[in-house]
């Protein structure tokens, strides 16, 4: 994507990288992607402690069968639609759930593009002039960057923001 850049929309963005995500990359790139994750794992943070034992069972019996990480677009707080979830998708055949979690997979990476397009909006609203919000418009995204440049040769999205809103802004990059 960094090649590609910068993207005119977050349709054009998504699009792009449905086609590498799904047409260029290889297997081991989605394995590594899904190392990342433990969606099993993290949903005993919400379940109910009569829960927790089964979903620590389903975590290390999928990963026994699979060898990567259940991967899942379910909100982690939903642990019973994702253990019910794991152990109906744990009867698929390997290219089948390879499939699958692919497809999961890319619709957290299309979550994480939206937001930072929502970012975008975000920065163009703290600014005070409407000749400055242009100009912050402009520049804001982090997809609309040319990430061949060095990060000091690239203004950044929250130029302008007090430190209270650069801090929030922040956390809600690596939240996603």
Not at 137 to 160: F, I, R, T, V
């Amino acid at each position: 994507m960094i090649d590609a850049s910068p993207f005119s929309s977050l349709e054009d963005a998504t699009s792009f990288a449905r086609q590498l995500w799904f047409k260029e990359s290889r297997i081991q790139s989605w394995l590594d992607a899904f190392s990342g994750h433990s969606h099993l794992y993290r949903a005993i943070r919400y379940a109910l402690a009569s829960m927790m034992r089964k979903l620590l069972h389903w975590d290390q019996k999928y990963r026994a069968k699979f060898g990567f990480e259940f991967i899942t677009s379910t909100e982690t707080w939903c642990s019973q639609e994702i253990l019910d979830e794991a152990e109906v998708r744990y009867e698929n055949t390997l290219v089948v759930e390879l499939d699958i979690a692919a497809q999961e997979e890319f619709k957290l990476i299309e979550h994480g593009l939206e937001r930072l397009w929502e970012l975008e909006k975000e920065a163009v609203v703290s600014s005070d002039s409407s000749e400055e919000a242009d100009s912050a418009g402009q520049k804001a995204s982090m997809l609309l960057y040319n990430l061949n440049k060095m990060p000091d040769e690239n203004e950044y999205p929250y130029s302008g923001m007090s430190p209270d809103k650069k801090n929030a802004w922040h956390l809600a990059m690596w939240a996603t």
